[in-house]
């Protein structure tokens, strides 16, 4: 794993295909004091547009790599894109200077108010034109490219007429955009609809896929059977980790993420499921046939 620069010395923007962790409040101290040795970072976005955790993240750049993830943007939302939220975030962008920059399918907002959730769309035409011009639009104004996250969703609209990863490919034809694939996500959804998780890779554009996101999720019995969620508080899980190993098989080492958002862990965990994913980046970015079971 890579070790970061001495303090002081600015990063490369470009973001390594190897494994890095999301940078939580509760690790600020942490980074400051002993600069662990990780690959890059990456921090949502709307937690450090200003103020102390804006200079908290200026600081940390110095050492590491950066992705902006970004939850507030909205690209599903009818009504159009915020212009005051994307002038920030173009100017956090500007200043940071982020090796990738990355949102959601999904929307958040409505009669500019933002909900505390990423909320699913109906995946038709009209959204497909909407999302487009969406992203369109804010690539056009953070001056880069941006990759979109596929969900985690827990029902389907009756009146879709694209299945997720067409949705998701002709995207990436529409705007030139590359992919998130939170592998996570996939385990999530196709066990929650009964989709075929090794099959949706295989629909995906394998140029466009930029990242990996790996997380853990709970199963959770209900009336009408057994739940996924995608709640970012466990390791990853087992299934996750074997399409994961599938993934890389089939589109080549990317810049995985360990997420892990809530019950956040010490350090040293996050460090060590890190340490997982680069073991298995290495052995299969080398052609192994078979990563080790860590």
Same mark, same amino acid.
């Given at each position: ?149 596929? @969900?985690?969703?827990? =029902? ?5 007429? &694209? !299945?997720?990863?067409?949705? +998701?490919? %002709?995207?990436?034809? *529409? ?77 080549? @080492?990317?810049?995985? =993420? ?5 019950? &956040? !862990?010490?350090?040293?965990? +996050?460090? %060590?499921?890190?340490? *997982? ?18």
């Amino acid at each position: 794993m890579a070790t970061p620069r001495a303090a002081g010395c600015r990063c490369e923007a470009t973001i390594p295909a190897s494994a890095g962790i999301g940078l939580r409040l509760p690790h600020h101290q942490a980074f400051r004091d002993q600069r662990p040795a990780i690959a890059w970072i990456e921090a949502h976005s709307e937690n450090y547009l200003s103020g102390p955790a804006f200079a908290e993240l200026l600081a940390i750049r110095n050492d590491y790599p950066v992705s902006l993830h970004s939850v507030g943007l909205s690209l599903g939302a009818a009504e159009g894109l915020d212009r005051r939220h994307l002038a920030r975030l173009k100017e956090l962008v500007r200043r940071i200077e982020p090796g990738l920059i990355s949102e959601h399918l999904a929307w958040g907002a409505v009669d500019h108010a933002f909900l505390a959730d990423l909320l699913p769309l109906p995946l038709t035409e009209e959204s497909l034109a909407i999302v487009a011009r969406h992203v369109l639009r804010a690539q056009d104004a953070l001056g880069q490219r941006i990759l979109i996250e596929n @969900p985690a969703t827990y =029902l389907q609209f009756r009146h879709s007429t &694209i !299945p997720e990863p067409e949705f +998701l490919a %002709a995207l990436v034809e *529409r705007t030139g955009c590359g992919l998130i694939l939170d592998i996570n996500n996939i385990i999530v959804s196709a066990g929650n609809h009964g989709w075929d998780a090794e099959a949706y890779l295989g629909r995906l554009p394998r140029a466009a896929i930029g990242e990996f996101h790996l997380a853990g999720h709970r199963q959770r019995e209900t009336e009408i059977g057994m739940l996924r969620i995608d709640t970012h508080d466990q390791p990853v899980a087992a299934d996750v980790w074997a399409l994961f190993e599938v993934a890389l098989r089939r589109f080549g @080492p990317r810049p995985t =993420l360990i997420e892990w958002d809530q019950a &956040i !862990p010490s350090l040293d965990i +996050l460090l %060590a499921e890190a340490a *997982r994913a680069a073991r298995r980046l290495a052995l299969l970015g080398l052609g192994g046939e078979n990563a080790d079971a860590a």
